[in-house]
């Protein structure tokens, strides 16, 4: 599965925009672009995951850029209960190792009153 | 509101030990997986398993660590004998593997925090 490299911590301002960026420049065709967060001391929770178009639902929305290098999960209005550990993961879809995950180090975004 | 459980959430025990921790996977997933994460390694995959069978269990320590599923809503990971270095949270995940092996997502349950003294 494709390498994925995120800035290790942003701030962002209650009520506003969080966007967190993801670059994933080995991604192959057939890659899937996955986004969880922990928040701390919980399990991992899926939020979102996409090929090429963009995609929305009721958490978040992703963003892939055309050459699907780079991706952006988007919280459109961040309250502090948003505020956790973001992971950007590529994964294959259809393989002998379908199932896997693997986490780096992600973004740890800190919700500010 | 289907929610993967694990037992027991939180385990401390000497060094020697043997540690079992317990998963229910979500009713109707076909596969498990269990995740450790540390302060320095974050997150690992240790094994994951489909239909009850073992898929791939590359990240586990073979001579301590064994992980198995008695049934469809039980799964199993143990370790003997534990060492500090175990020291960790282990998450269990379940999801639905699909035909033609594509695959939905995993929920994560609330993890067993282990302390090996």
């Known amino acids: 599965d494709a390498k994925t490299t995120q800035p290790p911590s942003m701030d962002c301002a209650e009520g506003r925009a969080a966007n967190l960026p993801c670059n994933h420049s080995t991604i192959s065709g057939n890659e899937y672009v996955y986004w969880y967060r922990q928040i701390h001391s919980q399990g991992p929770q899926y939020i979102i995951h996409?090929?090429?178009n963009n995609e929305t639902n009721e958490m978040a929305s992703l963003i892939i850029t055309e050459d699907r290098k780079s991706s952006t999960l988007i919280l459109p209005h961040a309250t502090l209960r948003d505020t956790a550990v973001y992971y950007c993961?590529?994964?294959?879809?259809?393989?002998?190792?379908?199932?896997?995950?693997?986490f780096g180090q992600g973004t740890t975004l800190q919700v500010k009153p | 509101d289907a929610r993967v459980t694990q037992t027991p959430r939180h385990k401390v025990t000497e060094m020697g030990q043997e540690v079992t921790m317990r998963c229910q996977p979500i009713?109707?997933?076909?596969?498990v997986f269990w995740y450790r994460q540390t302060m320095m390694q974050g997150l690992e995959l240790l094994a994951y398993f489909r239909n009850r069978a073992p898929l791939d269990d590359s990240g586990m320590p073979k001579d301590r660590f064994s992980a198995e599923m008695p049934d469809a809503t039980l799964a199993t990971l143990k370790i003997q004998p534990s060492e500090p270095r175990d020291s960790a949270v282990y998450f269990c995940?379940?999801?639905?593997?699909?035909?033609?092996?594509?695959?939905?997502?995993?929920?994560f349950g609330p993890g067993t925090r282990l302390t090996v003294l």
């Open positions: 995940a379940s999801g639905l593997g699909l035909a033609g092996g594509s695959y939905d997502t995993q929920y």
């Open positions: 996409g090929l090429k």
């Open positions: 009713l109707g997933h076909n596969t």
């Open positions: 993961i590529v994964r294959v879809h259809g393989s002998s190792n379908t199932g896997k995950l693997i």
